[in-house]
């Protein structure tokens, strides 16, 4: 078997991408910086919000310590403001 020779023509190796290929690659970075400062965004009004969520929750809590000290019980319907009293506390 006699080996046989292989003549591969080589290209020269580009400087830079095309204009095109630069504009879309710009656009498609872009849009992911832009993705990134909207979740950060976000994420900082979620922090925020959750924040506000815990002081409300804390306010539940000392409320319902109120309703146990002045009516005996916590459990109240929040429509009308009943007591609602189990079947043996009343």
């Known amino acids: ?3 046989k020779d292989k003549v591969v023509e080589l290209k020269t190796k580009a400087e830079k991408i095309s204009d095109e290929h630069l504009k879309e ?3 498609i970075i872009n849009t992911i910086n832009k993705t990134n ?3 950060g965004r976000i994420e ?3 922090h925020s ?3 506000d969520l815990g002081v ?3 306010k539940a809590v000392v409320l319902q310590d109120v309703f ?3 009516y005996g019980s916590d459990d109240v319907n929040i429509n ?3 007591i609602n009293w189990k079947k043996d506390e009343k």
């Open 25 to 27: 690659l710009q656009g």
């Open 68 to 70: 146990k000290k002045e």
């Open 37 to 39: 400062m909207n979740i």
């Open 1 to 3: 078997m006699t080996k």
């Open 44 to 46: 900082a009004q979620k």
């Open 56 to 58: 409300v929750q804390n």
């Open 80 to 82: 009308d403001g009943t």
């Open 49 to 51: 919000l959750l924040h």
